[in-house]
């Protein structure tokens, strides 16, 4: 019997004809050694990657091979050497300009040396633009003017941030749309690659139960959470330019909003996954001020606060590092339930999961039972339970709660769950956009934010910045705020995961 990880295999060699070119522009960054390189070992490593492949490093700093090597290879933490060894040898760095033709067509030289020493029938190249966004149209046109190729298949990767609000977004999106078709293009959204994120369809489309009760009818308020336990710490400089919203809310929990709340598809297809999470963003109205705590974190603990970070050229930056927004979509399915997207740096831990949470039985037969609620845990300890009332086992006839819990790490203990960045770049090779962000979609999504951070960037006299400890909660005002939107906390001494409890106390 065939294994689902030879189908895939054979789907990207027959895709790309047993052959391929991956450029990684901007070779010598951080975004690059930490995740890009990492994530093309990993494909490498399980067979993913057809077996004419080469990697070819592109920057403007000047380094040997061997420093080059050394610099792709030192987050690479699988300890397997023949096959790093080999990856290695896949692998070349070619130096130049971002906005100057004669590097490109350097590269384009290496490039085509590398595939007429391969014989390939057909060139297809994949350029990972890992970038800062001021070079993303310059790198465009120098590709298209110099590297492009005629004879195959080309494939853009652009990494965020797609832009700061509307109109940025919508002049990088005309002037890369000038240059590469929209097939062309992939605007990679990281998130979109996590297995609890891939889930989420599964979850909701192939189970009868979670179908029906998914609508304003049985779910009170959804909450998508992101918490970091560490604050800006060297990245003040970039982190004061886009902010928490910007950073996070707008693009990764927005992506896990339209696939909680989008309608089933007519099938599995890319576009129509893709129709469907349009859809959902248009029926979302810009988020009002009112509908927002923001807040920024001071020291505590010993630990400095966003306004002490080296890095951080304005000492009275009103940024907000932590923010709770809600909206409302405005459709048959969910009106009147509100969707909270809350973000944070220099909390108490790392989380990201969605929460949601189901209205109160009617009646309360059992009195002051605790909501149900649906939690998927994105990250860490990626898991799916059910939080519900049962009776205490024993003589005792009292309610407490409980959970139905699927812990992957338990479960699946044979299994490996991949990296993110390396289930997206197999479907760029797959030639795959379900996981990736369409211009249409794009542009929806900015409209919900851009009002709302342009009030911010302006300052008004309605924006409050509140203070919150390094490594608390968030602003104090939180838990109020949750409960003006129908979040019920509870405080009944329920932790999860559940292990080792006395039922006496209903404690760990």
Same mark, same amino acid.
Request: proline share 4%; hydrophobic share 35%.
């Given at each position: 019997?065939?294994?689902?990880?030879?189908?895939?295999?054979?789907?990207?060699?027959?895709?790309?004809?047993?052959?391929?070119t991956i450029i990684v522009l901007g070779a010598s960054g951080d975004l690059a050694k930490k995740k890009t390189y990492p994530a093309l070992f990993g494909l490498y490593r399980n067979g993913f990657l057809p077996e004419n492949t080469r990697i070819i490093g592109y920057a403007r700093t000047k380094m040997s091979h061997e420093d080059y090597i050394k610099r792709i290879t030192q987050y690479i933490k699988i300890q397997d050497a023949d096959k790093l060894e080999q990856f290695k040898k896949m692998t070349f760095y070619v130096s130049g300009q971002y906005d100057e033709d004669a590097s490109f067509q350097k590269l384009r030289e290496a490039i085509e040396q590398s595939e007429k020493e391969r014989a390939v029938k057909q060139k297809n190249r994949v350029y990972y633009m890992a970038l800062p966004p001021?070079?993303?149209?310059?790198v465009a046109q120098g590709i298209k003017?110099?590297?492009?190729?005629?004879?195959?298949?080309?494939?853009?990767?652009?990494?965020?941030?797609?832009?700061?609000?509307?109109?940025? *977004?919508?002049?990088?999106?005309?002037?890369?749309?000038?240059? =590469?078709?929209? %097939? !062309?293009?992939?605007?990679?959204?990281?998130?979109?690659g996590k297995e609890m994120v891939k889930n989420i369809m599964n979850l909701r489309f192939a189970n009868i139960l979670f179908g029906h009760a998914w609508n304003r009818t049985y779910i009170d308020n959804v909450q998508i959470t992101f918490k970091e336990p560490f604050g800006t710490e060297g990245r003040g400089g970039y982190f004061d330019e886009f902010g928490i919203i910007r950073d996070v809310i707008q693009n990764h929990l927005l992506q896990v909003l339209t696939l909680i709340a989008m309608e089933r598809p007519i099938s599995t297809d890319a576009e129509a996954i893709r129709?469907?999470?349009?859809k959902v963003l248009k029926c979302i109205s810009p988020i009002k001020i009112e509908d927002t705590l923001l807040g920024q974190y001071v020291a505590a603990?010993?630990?400095?606060?966003?306004?002490?970070?080296?890095?951080?050229?304005?000492?009275? *930056?009103?940024?907000?590092?932590?923010?709770?927004?809600?909206? =409302?979509?405005? %459709? !048959?399915?969910?009106?009147?339930v509100p969707f909270i997207l809350k973000a944070g740096k220099a909390l108490n831990?790392?989380?990201?999961?969605?929460?949601?949470?189901?209205?109160?039985?009617?009646?309360?037969l059992y009195s002051d039972s605790p909501r149900n609620e649906l939690v998927i845990r994105i990250q860490p300890k990626e898991a799916v339970y059910m939080k519900f009332n049962n009776k205490q086992p024993g003589l005792s006839y009292q309610t407490i709660q409980t959970d139905l819990d699927l812990s992957y790490h338990e479960r699946y203990t044979d299994l490996a769950i991949p990296d993110a960045y390396e289930s997206l770049i197999l479907d760029v090779l797959r030639n795959d956009h379900?996981?990736?962000?369409?211009?249409?979609?794009?542009?929806?999504?900015?409209?919900?934010f851009t009002p709302l951070l342009h009030k911010i960037d302006r300052h008004d006299d309605d924006v409050d910045i509140k203070k919150y400890p390094y490594g608390s909660r968030g602003p104090q005002e939180l838990d109020e705020f949750v409960k003006k939107y129908?979040?019920?906390?509870?405080?009944?001494?329920?932790?999860?995961?559940?292990?080792?409890v006395n039922p006496s106390t209903n404690k760990l």
């Open positions: 019997m065939t294994s689902p990880v030879q189908v895939l295999c054979e789907q990207v060699s027959k895709e790309l004809n047993g052959s391929v001021s070079v993303f149209i310059p003017r110099n590297v492009y190729t005629t004879e195959g298949s080309n494939r853009l990767v652009v990494e965020k941030p797609f832009g700061m609000d509307s109109e940025s *977004s919508a002049h990088l999106g005309r002037e890369l749309g000038a240059l =590469f078709t929209e %097939n !062309e293009i992939y605007r990679i959204d990281h998130y979109l129709d469907e999470k349009v603990d010993g630990k400095p606060g966003y306004l002490e970070d080296e890095t951080l050229k304005n000492k009275n *930056s009103l940024t907000p590092t932590f923010a709770a927004a809600v909206c =409302f979509v405005n %459709n !048959e399915r969910w009106e009147g831990e790392a989380k990201v999961e969605v929460r949601l949470q189901f209205h109160r039985v009617a009646g309360q379900s996981n990736f962000v369409r211009d249409d979609e794009l542009t929806a999504a900015w409209n919900i129908g979040y019920h906390r509870n405080t009944n001494g329920y932790t999860w995961p559940r292990q080792n």
